[in-house]
Nanobody, 125 residues
């Protein structure tokens, strides 16, 4: 079992920055990839970015590329999502996910077997 807990979401103005954290506990040795997704009411969970747990290779959705950065600190068992130049359309409930699956694609929420409870990010115009 893997337990995830997100934090860091809040209200921020357009153009501002935020850093989300995802504390990871449990069988971290089983994790292959950590993902960040976001969701707004009435819509499916949307891929934001991934970072591989061991090596730290990242991948991002086109909508956040160049603005968001995912990192992980394996010593602290924390995954971060640094978000810069935030826009109102970034407003969403942000989730971190962990997958023990060895095959992707990891841009699909269905490839993740563990999720946190989410943290709300609201960007005001």
């Amino acid at each position: 079992q893997v337990h995830l807990e997100e934090s860091g979401g809040r209200l921020v103005q357009t153009g501002g920055s935020l850093r989300l954290s995802c504390a990871v506990s449990g069988r971290t040795s089983d994790i292959n990839v950590m993902g960040w997704f976001r969701q707004t009411p009435g819509r499916e969970r949307e891929f934001v970015g991934t970072v591989t747990w061991i090596v730290g290779v990242t991948n991002y959705a086109d909508s956040v590329k160049g603005r968001f950065t995912a990192t992980r600190d394996r010593a602290k068992n924390i995954v971060y999502l640094e978000m810069n130049n935030l826009r109102p359309d970034d407003t969403a409930l942000y989730y971190c996910g962990a997958t023990t699956y060895v095959t992707g694609p990891y841009s699909y929420a269905s490839r993740y077997n563990y999720w946190g409870q989410g943290t709300q990010v609201t960007v005001s115009s």
